[in-house]
Antibody
Framework: EVQLVQSGAEVKKPGESLKISCKGSGYSFTSYWIGWVRQMPGKGLEWMGIIYPGDSDTRYSPSFQGQVTISADKSISTAYLQWSSLKASDTAMYYC????????????????WGQGTLVTVSS | EIVMTQSPATLSVSPGERATLSCRASQSVSSNLAWYQQKPGQAPRLLIYGASTRATGIPARFSGSGSGTEFTLTISSLQSEDFAVYYCQQYNNWLPLTFGGGTKVEIK
C-alpha cells in the first residue's frame, strides 16, 4: 500500500524555526515528485511547492518562494518542509502528497495524501 | 498563474439527488484537471484526473467532464458519505499548480 505518514502536530511561538516531515512507503520514493499543500483554518487548498527526491530538484509557488524550504532525504524516504522564522499567519494544516502525471504533461495530480500536520503559531 | 473558480460555493442537495459542481479555468488547461473530495478532519482524496478518469476505487456515481476552461463534476445519486467539500486542481504544463476555492456539498 502506498502511504505517506506525516509528523505530529506542532505548537510554536513566532520567530521559532520548524521542520515537519513526510515519510513515504510502499513505492519507489525516488521516482515520484512529492508536493506540499497548505490549508489555513476554514480555507481551501494552496500548492506550496514540489520536490523530486531522486535528485532534490525543487520548485516553489511564487507565493511561498523564500518563505519555506522543501527538502528530502532519499536514504530514509522522507520529505521535509521547514521554516526559519514562523509567523502567526503560518498557522495551518500542511499536507504532503505524491505527485502523479502522464507522459503527455509535465505536471499532474496528487495521490495519495498524507494525513496532515497541524502547525499552530501563537505567542 | 491560472486561476480556478468553483461554483457554487455551497450546494444543498437531498440524498439520492444529483449534484453538479462547476470549475472554470482562467485560461485553457486542456483536459489537465483533477477533482478531490475532502471530508471534515480528513486529508483530500483524489476522485478524478484527466478531467474524466476515475481514480482507483472511486464509485461510478462520480463522473467528470469538460475540457479547455469549463469542467463539471457530477455525483449521480448522492449518498450520505458524499457530503463533503470538493476541489478542482489544474496541472497544465507550467507551474504553479492551482486549486479552486472549493464547493461544499451539504444536506438539504
Amino acid at each position: 500500500e502506498v502511504q505517506l505518514v506525516q509528523s505530529g502536530a506542532e505548537v510554536k511561538k513566532p520567530g521559532e524555526s520548524l521542520k515537519i516531515s513526510c515519510k513515504g512507503s510502499g513505492y519507489s520514493f525516488t521516482s515520484y515528485w512529492i508536493g506540499w499543500v497548505r490549508q489555513m483554518p476554514g480555507k481551501g487548498l494552496e500548492w506550496m511547492g514540489i520536490i523530486y527526491p531522486g535528485d532534490s530538484d525543487t520548485r516553489y509557488s511564487p507565493s511561498f518562494q523564500g518563505q519555506v524550504t522543501i527538502s528530502a532525504d532519499k536514504s530514509i524516504s522522507t520529505a521535509y518542509l521547514q521554516w526559519s522564522s514562523l509567523k502567526a499567519s503560518d498557522t495551518a494544516m500542511y499536507y504532503c502528497a505524491r505527485h502523479l502525471h502522464t507522459a503527455m504533461v509535465t505536471w499532474g495530480w496528487f495521490d495519495p495524501w498524507g494525513q496532515g500536520t497541524l502547525v499552530t503559531v501563537s505567542s | 498563474e491560472i486561476v480556478m473558480t468553483q461554483s457554487p460555493a455551497t450546494l444543498s442537495v437531498s440524498p439520492g439527488e444529483r449534484a453538479t459542481l462547476s470549475c472554470r479555468a482562467s485560461q485553457s488547461v486542456s483536459s489537465n484537471l483533477a477533482w478531490y473530495q475532502q471530508k471534515p478532519g480528513q486529508a483530500p482524496r483524489l476522485l478524478i484526473y484527466g478531467a474524466s478518469t476515475r481514480a482507483t476505487g472511486i464509485p461510478a456515481r462520480f463522473s467528470g467532464s469538460g475540457s479547455g476552461t469549463e469542467f463539471t463534476l457530477t455525483i449521480s445519486s448522492l449518498q450520505s458519505e458524499d457530503f463533503a467539500v470538493y476541489y478542482c486542481q489544474q496541472y497544465n504544463n507550467w507551474l504553479p499548480l492551482t486549486f479552486g476555492g472549493g464547493t461544499k456539498v451539504e444536506i438539504k
